[in-house]
Protein backbone atom coordinates (compact mmCIF):
# COMPACT_ATOMS: atom_id res chain seq x y z
CA UNK A 1 0.00 0.00 0.00
CA UNK A 2 1.27 3.30 -0.67
CA UNK A 3 0.35 7.20 -0.27
CA UNK A 4 -0.56 9.26 -3.06
CA UNK A 5 -1.22 12.93 -4.06
CA UNK A 6 -3.39 13.71 -6.29
CA UNK A 7 -3.68 17.50 -7.54
CA UNK A 8 -7.16 17.93 -9.10
CA UNK A 9 -8.57 14.88 -7.41
CA UNK A 10 -11.81 16.29 -7.77
CA UNK A 11 -12.02 16.49 -11.05
CA UNK A 12 -13.55 14.54 -13.65
CA UNK A 13 -10.16 12.14 -14.39
CA UNK A 14 -9.13 12.81 -11.15
CA UNK A 15 -11.88 11.25 -9.36
CA UNK A 16 -12.04 8.44 -11.43
CA UNK A 17 -8.11 7.81 -10.90
CA UNK A 18 -8.67 8.25 -6.74
CA UNK A 19 -11.44 5.80 -7.20
CA UNK A 20 -9.46 3.44 -8.51
CA UNK A 21 -6.37 4.19 -6.29
CA UNK A 22 -8.62 3.86 -2.89
CA UNK A 23 -10.26 0.66 -4.77
CA UNK A 24 -6.75 -0.71 -4.68
CA UNK A 25 -6.01 -0.38 -1.10
CA UNK A 26 -3.81 2.95 -1.15
CA UNK A 27 -4.30 5.48 0.88
CA UNK A 28 -4.95 9.66 -1.27
CA UNK A 29 -4.89 13.21 -0.53
CA UNK A 30 -5.85 15.25 -3.32
CA UNK A 31 -5.18 18.91 -3.38
CA UNK A 32 -7.75 20.65 -5.09
CA UNK A 33 -8.75 24.14 -5.44
CA UNK A 34 -12.34 23.36 -6.12
CA UNK A 35 -12.65 25.60 -8.96
CA UNK A 36 -14.47 23.11 -11.47
CA UNK A 37 -13.93 19.83 -8.86
CA UNK A 38 -16.49 18.73 -6.48
CA UNK A 39 -15.94 17.22 -2.94
CA UNK A 40 -18.83 14.97 -3.44
CA UNK A 41 -17.08 12.56 -5.72
CA UNK A 42 -14.09 11.50 -3.24
CA UNK A 43 -14.84 8.16 -2.08
CA UNK A 44 -14.40 8.55 1.85
CA UNK A 45 -11.50 8.12 3.41
CA UNK A 46 -9.63 10.50 1.45
CA UNK A 47 -7.97 13.88 2.42
CA UNK A 48 -8.86 17.14 0.76
CA UNK A 49 -6.89 20.11 0.96
CA UNK A 50 -8.44 23.11 -0.71
CA UNK A 51 -5.41 24.71 -2.26
CA UNK A 52 -4.01 26.26 -5.69
CA UNK A 53 -1.03 24.48 -6.97
CA UNK A 54 0.96 28.01 -7.14
CA UNK A 55 0.88 28.10 -3.63
CA UNK A 56 4.27 26.53 -3.06
CA UNK A 57 3.97 25.85 0.42
CA UNK A 58 0.41 24.02 0.34
CA UNK A 59 2.06 22.18 -2.19
CA UNK A 60 5.17 20.99 -0.29
CA UNK A 61 3.30 20.27 2.71
CA UNK A 62 0.31 18.23 0.90
CA UNK A 63 3.71 16.38 -0.71
CA UNK A 64 5.56 15.38 2.69
CA UNK A 65 5.62 11.68 3.01
CA UNK A 66 4.09 10.61 -0.06
CA UNK A 67 5.50 8.05 -2.04
CA UNK A 68 4.13 9.75 -5.60
CA UNK A 69 2.26 12.40 -7.06
CA UNK A 70 0.06 12.29 -10.02
CA UNK A 71 -0.22 15.98 -11.10
CA UNK A 72 -3.30 16.64 -12.71
CA UNK A 73 -4.69 19.90 -11.76
CA UNK A 74 -5.47 22.26 -14.72
CA UNK A 75 -7.41 24.60 -16.82
CA UNK A 76 -8.84 21.63 -19.24
CA UNK A 77 -10.23 24.33 -21.57
CA UNK A 78 -8.60 25.08 -24.81
CA UNK A 79 -11.11 27.87 -25.46
CA UNK A 80 -10.58 29.14 -22.17
CA UNK A 81 -6.54 29.75 -22.17
CA UNK A 82 -7.80 31.52 -25.70
CA UNK A 83 -10.21 34.01 -24.04
CA UNK A 84 -7.79 34.25 -20.39
CA UNK A 85 -3.79 33.58 -21.24
CA UNK A 86 -1.90 34.85 -18.32
CA UNK A 87 -4.96 33.33 -15.67
CA UNK A 88 -4.69 29.78 -17.15
CA UNK A 89 -0.82 30.11 -17.72
CA UNK A 90 -0.72 30.69 -14.12
CA UNK A 91 -2.52 27.34 -13.45
CA UNK A 92 -1.45 25.43 -16.37
CA UNK A 93 2.46 25.78 -16.29
CA UNK A 94 3.46 27.86 -12.97
CA UNK A 95 1.69 25.52 -11.12
CA UNK A 96 2.81 22.64 -12.61
CA UNK A 97 6.64 24.02 -11.77
CA UNK A 98 5.04 24.56 -8.67
CA UNK A 99 4.70 20.94 -8.08
CA UNK A 100 7.80 19.62 -9.90
CA UNK A 101 9.58 22.40 -6.88
CA UNK A 102 7.95 20.58 -4.09
CA UNK A 103 8.76 17.14 -5.47
CA UNK A 104 12.56 17.86 -5.64
CA UNK A 105 12.60 19.02 -1.82
CA UNK A 106 10.45 16.12 -0.86
CA UNK A 107 11.92 13.49 -3.27
CA UNK A 108 9.10 12.16 -5.04
CA UNK A 109 7.64 11.21 -8.61
CA UNK A 110 5.53 13.23 -10.83
CA UNK A 111 3.05 11.77 -13.01
CA UNK A 112 1.65 14.45 -15.00
CA UNK A 113 -1.27 15.35 -17.81
CA UNK A 114 0.32 17.07 -20.89
CA UNK A 115 -1.81 17.11 -23.94
CA UNK A 116 -2.61 16.17 -27.85
CA UNK A 117 -2.77 19.58 -27.52
CA UNK A 118 1.08 20.28 -27.90
CA UNK A 119 0.87 18.62 -31.13
CA UNK A 120 -0.81 21.67 -33.26
CA UNK A 121 -1.96 20.48 -36.85
CA UNK A 122 0.15 17.40 -38.02
CA UNK A 123 0.72 16.35 -41.71
CA UNK A 124 1.76 13.10 -40.56
CA UNK A 125 -1.40 10.69 -38.97
CA UNK A 126 -1.52 8.63 -36.09
CA UNK A 127 0.93 11.71 -34.38
CA UNK A 128 3.91 9.89 -32.93
CA UNK A 129 5.95 11.28 -30.04
CA UNK A 130 8.15 12.05 -32.18
CA UNK A 131 6.29 14.70 -34.48
CA UNK A 132 7.82 18.17 -33.60
CA UNK A 133 5.04 19.88 -31.11
CA UNK A 134 3.50 22.71 -32.83
CA UNK A 135 1.08 24.08 -30.07
CA UNK A 136 -1.40 26.67 -31.58
CA UNK A 137 -3.03 27.63 -28.40
CA UNK A 138 -1.76 29.09 -24.59
CA UNK A 139 -2.60 25.98 -23.41
CA UNK A 140 -1.13 23.59 -25.49
CA UNK A 141 2.09 25.77 -25.08
CA UNK A 142 1.81 25.42 -21.40
CA UNK A 143 1.48 21.68 -21.73
CA UNK A 144 4.64 21.73 -23.40
CA UNK A 145 6.07 23.95 -21.19
CA UNK A 146 5.24 21.33 -18.34
CA UNK A 147 6.93 19.04 -20.45
CA UNK A 148 10.01 21.03 -20.75
CA UNK A 149 10.17 21.47 -17.02
CA UNK A 150 9.48 18.16 -15.96
CA UNK A 151 13.18 17.51 -18.03
CA UNK A 152 14.36 20.13 -16.07
CA UNK A 153 13.34 18.51 -12.68
CA UNK A 154 14.97 15.02 -13.86
CA UNK A 155 18.37 16.38 -15.34
CA UNK A 156 18.92 19.20 -12.78
CA UNK A 157 17.25 17.86 -10.08
CA UNK A 158 16.59 14.46 -9.99
CA UNK A 159 13.10 14.16 -10.09
CA UNK A 160 11.76 11.10 -12.07
CA UNK A 161 8.75 11.80 -13.98
CA UNK A 162 6.37 10.86 -16.81
CA UNK A 163 4.47 12.27 -18.63
CA UNK A 164 0.74 11.78 -20.66
CA UNK A 165 -0.30 13.52 -23.67
CA UNK A 166 -3.80 12.26 -23.46
CA UNK A 167 -6.23 12.79 -26.14
CA UNK A 168 -9.57 13.35 -25.68
CA UNK A 169 -10.80 12.29 -22.20
CA UNK A 170 -14.66 11.25 -22.05
CA UNK A 171 -16.67 9.33 -19.80
CA UNK A 172 -18.94 9.77 -16.64
CA UNK A 173 -18.53 12.29 -14.54
CA UNK A 174 -17.58 14.59 -17.10
CA UNK A 175 -18.75 18.07 -16.20
CA UNK A 176 -20.84 19.54 -18.86
CA UNK A 177 -22.04 22.81 -16.96
CA UNK A 178 -19.70 25.35 -18.71
CA UNK A 179 -18.99 26.45 -22.39
CA UNK A 180 -16.03 25.54 -22.13
CA UNK A 181 -16.42 21.45 -21.45
CA UNK A 182 -15.59 18.54 -23.00
CA UNK A 183 -17.30 18.16 -26.39
CA UNK A 184 -19.14 14.93 -25.94
CA UNK A 185 -20.12 16.33 -22.18
CA UNK A 186 -21.82 19.08 -23.85
CA UNK A 187 -23.38 16.74 -26.58
CA UNK A 188 -25.29 14.50 -23.88
CA UNK A 189 -26.29 17.53 -22.16
CA UNK A 190 -27.74 19.03 -25.10
CA UNK A 191 -29.77 16.12 -25.92
CA UNK A 192 -31.01 14.88 -22.53
CA UNK A 193 -32.05 18.55 -22.71
CA UNK A 194 -33.83 18.49 -25.83
CA UNK A 195 -31.67 21.32 -26.99
CA UNK A 196 -29.70 21.55 -30.35
CA UNK A 197 -26.36 20.19 -30.81
CA UNK A 198 -23.63 22.67 -32.10
CA UNK A 199 -21.07 22.32 -34.28
CA UNK A 200 -18.32 24.67 -34.28
CA UNK A 201 -16.94 24.97 -38.14
CA UNK A 202 -18.22 21.89 -40.56
CA UNK A 203 -17.95 19.24 -37.89
CA UNK A 204 -15.57 16.99 -40.17
CA UNK A 205 -12.61 17.94 -37.34
CA UNK A 206 -11.25 14.62 -35.86
CA UNK A 207 -10.41 13.27 -32.27
CA UNK A 208 -9.20 10.36 -30.60
CA UNK A 209 -11.94 10.07 -28.44
CA UNK A 210 -10.13 8.09 -25.17
CA UNK A 211 -12.29 6.28 -22.26
CA UNK A 212 -11.76 7.74 -18.78
CA UNK A 213 -11.05 4.13 -17.14
CA UNK A 214 -8.42 3.81 -19.99
CA UNK A 215 -6.85 6.95 -18.92
CA UNK A 216 -6.79 5.76 -15.23
CA UNK A 217 -4.59 2.50 -16.57
CA UNK A 218 -2.02 4.19 -18.58
CA UNK A 219 -1.50 6.95 -15.16
CA UNK A 220 -1.63 3.99 -12.79
CA UNK A 221 1.07 1.87 -14.53
CA UNK A 222 3.08 5.24 -15.39
CA UNK A 223 3.55 5.86 -11.56
CA UNK A 224 6.29 2.76 -12.27
CA UNK A 225 8.07 3.73 -14.87
CA UNK A 226 8.94 7.25 -13.75
CA UNK A 227 12.40 8.36 -14.61
CA UNK A 228 14.21 11.18 -14.35
CA UNK A 229 14.58 11.25 -18.22
CA UNK A 230 11.37 12.41 -18.26
CA UNK A 231 9.64 10.17 -20.54
CA UNK A 232 6.40 11.49 -22.86
CA UNK A 233 3.92 9.49 -24.12
CA UNK A 234 0.69 9.39 -25.97
CA UNK A 235 -2.58 8.13 -24.28
CA UNK A 236 -4.75 7.41 -26.87
CA UNK A 237 -6.49 4.71 -29.01
CA UNK A 238 -5.69 5.47 -32.53
CA UNK A 239 -8.78 5.59 -33.84
CA UNK A 240 -9.65 9.50 -35.48
CA UNK A 241 -13.41 10.64 -34.88
CA UNK A 242 -15.54 13.27 -36.38
CA UNK A 243 -17.46 15.72 -34.26
CA UNK A 244 -20.26 15.08 -36.87
CA UNK A 245 -19.97 11.37 -35.84
CA UNK A 246 -20.39 12.00 -32.53
CA UNK A 247 -23.03 13.88 -33.08
CA UNK A 248 -24.99 11.64 -34.79
CA UNK A 249 -23.80 8.45 -32.92
CA UNK A 250 -24.91 10.10 -29.33
CA UNK A 251 -28.29 10.70 -31.10
CA UNK A 252 -28.57 7.08 -31.88
CA UNK A 253 -28.02 5.79 -28.25
CA UNK A 254 -29.83 8.59 -26.92
CA UNK A 255 -33.13 7.52 -29.95
CA UNK A 256 -33.33 11.60 -30.22
CA UNK A 257 -33.64 13.68 -32.73
CA UNK A 258 -32.60 16.97 -31.95
CA UNK A 259 -31.60 19.49 -34.52
CA UNK A 260 -27.86 19.83 -35.59
CA UNK A 261 -26.81 23.41 -35.75
CA UNK A 262 -23.27 25.38 -37.13
CA UNK A 263 -21.77 28.10 -35.12
CA UNK A 264 -17.89 29.50 -36.54
CA UNK A 265 -14.95 27.67 -36.09
CA UNK A 266 -13.00 27.92 -32.67
CA UNK A 267 -9.80 30.14 -33.33
CA UNK A 268 -6.66 28.00 -32.73
CA UNK A 269 -8.65 24.48 -33.03
CA UNK A 270 -7.17 21.47 -34.06
CA UNK A 271 -8.57 19.50 -37.78
CA UNK A 272 -7.10 16.38 -37.44
CA UNK A 273 -5.84 14.89 -34.54
CA UNK A 274 -5.15 11.02 -33.81
CA UNK A 275 -2.42 9.80 -31.88
CA UNK A 276 -0.36 6.49 -32.12
CA UNK A 277 -0.42 4.56 -29.07
CA UNK A 278 2.30 2.28 -29.50
CA UNK A 279 4.98 3.74 -27.49
CA UNK A 280 2.65 3.31 -25.08
CA UNK A 281 1.14 -0.21 -25.07
CA UNK A 282 5.10 -1.33 -25.75
CA UNK A 283 6.62 0.53 -22.74
CA UNK A 284 3.34 0.27 -20.57
CA UNK A 285 1.68 -2.82 -21.60
CA UNK A 286 -1.58 -1.22 -21.30
CA UNK A 287 -3.85 -0.47 -24.64
CA UNK A 288 -7.27 1.72 -24.74
CA UNK A 289 -9.28 -0.83 -25.51
CA UNK A 290 -12.92 0.49 -25.18
CA UNK A 291 -14.76 0.91 -27.98
CA UNK A 292 -16.50 4.28 -28.60
CA UNK A 293 -20.12 3.19 -28.80
CA UNK A 294 -19.44 1.42 -25.63
CA UNK A 295 -17.74 3.94 -24.01
CA UNK A 296 -20.39 6.56 -24.78
CA UNK A 297 -23.13 4.36 -23.69
CA UNK A 298 -21.83 4.06 -20.13
CA UNK A 299 -21.22 7.64 -20.51
CA UNK A 300 -24.78 8.10 -21.66
CA UNK A 301 -26.33 6.11 -19.22
CA UNK A 302 -24.18 7.24 -16.44
CA UNK A 303 -25.66 11.02 -16.82
P1 LIG B 1 -11.30 18.96 -14.69
O1 LIG B 1 -11.55 20.43 -14.88
O2 LIG B 1 -12.46 18.08 -14.52
O3 LIG B 1 -10.31 18.73 -13.48
C1 LIG B 1 -9.31 19.64 -13.11
C2 LIG B 1 -9.29 19.72 -11.59
O4 LIG B 1 -8.25 20.64 -11.22
C3 LIG B 1 -10.59 20.27 -10.99
O5 LIG B 1 -10.98 19.49 -9.88
C4 LIG B 1 -10.23 21.69 -10.56
O6 LIG B 1 -11.01 22.13 -9.45
C5 LIG B 1 -8.76 21.54 -10.24
N1 LIG B 1 -7.99 22.78 -10.38
C6 LIG B 1 -8.04 23.68 -11.38
N2 LIG B 1 -7.20 24.70 -11.14
C7 LIG B 1 -6.59 24.42 -9.97
C8 LIG B 1 -5.61 25.09 -9.18
N3 LIG B 1 -5.08 26.27 -9.56
N4 LIG B 1 -5.21 24.53 -8.02
C9 LIG B 1 -5.74 23.34 -7.60
N5 LIG B 1 -6.68 22.67 -8.29
C10 LIG B 1 -7.09 23.20 -9.47
O7 LIG B 1 -10.40 18.50 -15.95
P2 LIG B 1 -10.02 17.04 -16.44
O8 LIG B 1 -10.67 16.84 -17.75
O9 LIG B 1 -10.20 16.05 -15.36
O10 LIG B 1 -8.45 17.25 -16.74
C11 LIG B 1 -7.44 16.74 -15.87
C12 LIG B 1 -6.08 17.00 -16.49
O11 LIG B 1 -5.96 16.34 -17.74
C13 LIG B 1 -5.78 18.48 -16.78
O12 LIG B 1 -4.41 18.70 -16.55
C14 LIG B 1 -6.08 18.61 -18.25
O13 LIG B 1 -5.39 19.70 -18.84
C15 LIG B 1 -5.59 17.27 -18.76
N6 LIG B 1 -6.18 16.84 -20.01
C16 LIG B 1 -7.52 16.60 -20.09
C17 LIG B 1 -8.06 16.14 -21.29
C18 LIG B 1 -9.52 15.86 -21.47
O14 LIG B 1 -9.92 15.52 -22.59
N7 LIG B 1 -10.35 15.98 -20.45
C19 LIG B 1 -7.20 15.90 -22.39
C20 LIG B 1 -5.85 16.22 -22.26
C21 LIG B 1 -5.33 16.65 -21.07
C1 LIG C 1 -9.74 18.68 -25.39
C2 LIG C 1 -9.66 18.93 -23.89
C3 LIG C 1 -8.30 19.43 -23.54
C4 LIG C 1 -7.27 18.44 -24.09
C5 LIG C 1 -7.43 18.21 -25.58
C6 LIG C 1 -6.49 17.10 -26.09
C7 LIG C 1 -11.65 19.57 -22.60
C8 LIG C 1 -12.60 20.64 -22.25
N1 LIG C 1 -10.68 19.90 -23.49
O1 LIG C 1 -9.60 19.92 -26.13
O2 LIG C 1 -8.16 19.51 -22.12
O3 LIG C 1 -5.97 18.82 -23.76
O4 LIG C 1 -8.76 17.78 -25.83
O5 LIG C 1 -6.74 16.81 -27.42
O6 LIG C 1 -11.77 18.47 -22.12
N2 LIG C 1 -17.07 21.43 -30.32
C9 LIG C 1 -18.25 21.61 -31.01
N3 LIG C 1 -19.38 21.91 -30.30
C10 LIG C 1 -19.39 22.04 -28.93
C11 LIG C 1 -18.15 21.85 -28.23
C12 LIG C 1 -17.01 21.56 -28.97
O7 LIG C 1 -18.29 21.51 -32.25
O8 LIG C 1 -20.45 22.30 -28.36
C13 LIG C 1 -15.87 21.07 -31.10
C14 LIG C 1 -14.68 22.00 -30.85
O9 LIG C 1 -14.73 23.12 -31.71
C15 LIG C 1 -13.52 21.05 -31.18
C16 LIG C 1 -14.04 19.67 -30.75
O10 LIG C 1 -15.45 19.79 -30.65
O11 LIG C 1 -13.27 21.02 -32.56
C17 LIG C 1 -13.50 19.24 -29.40
O12 LIG C 1 -13.67 20.31 -28.48
P1 LIG C 1 -13.38 20.14 -26.91
O13 LIG C 1 -14.16 19.01 -26.37
O14 LIG C 1 -13.55 21.49 -26.29
O15 LIG C 1 -11.89 19.62 -26.89
P2 LIG C 1 -10.48 20.10 -27.47
O16 LIG C 1 -10.45 21.54 -27.82
O17 LIG C 1 -10.07 19.10 -28.49
New binding site residues.
Given amino acids: MAHYLVTGGAG ?1 IGSHLVGRLVGQGHRVTVLDDLSSGRVEVLPRGVRLIVADTADAQAVSEAMAGVDGCFHLA ?1 I ?4 RSVEDWAGTHRVNLTGAITVFDAARKNRVPVVY ?5 IYGNQEVLPIAETALPAPRTA ?2 AD ?1 LGCELHARVAGLVHSVPSMGF ?6 GPG ?1 DPSS ?9 ID ?1 IRRGEP ?5 D ?1 Y ?1 T ?2 FIYVGDVVQHLIAGMGQASVEAPVLNVCTGQATS ?1 RS ?2 TLLRDIAGSAVDIRF ?1 P ?2 PG ?2 RA ?1 IGSPRRATDRLAVRADTPLAIGLTHTFQAV
Fill in positions: FAASVQASSAAYGKRFFNVYQPYSGVISVFRIVLHGGQRDIVAAERDIS
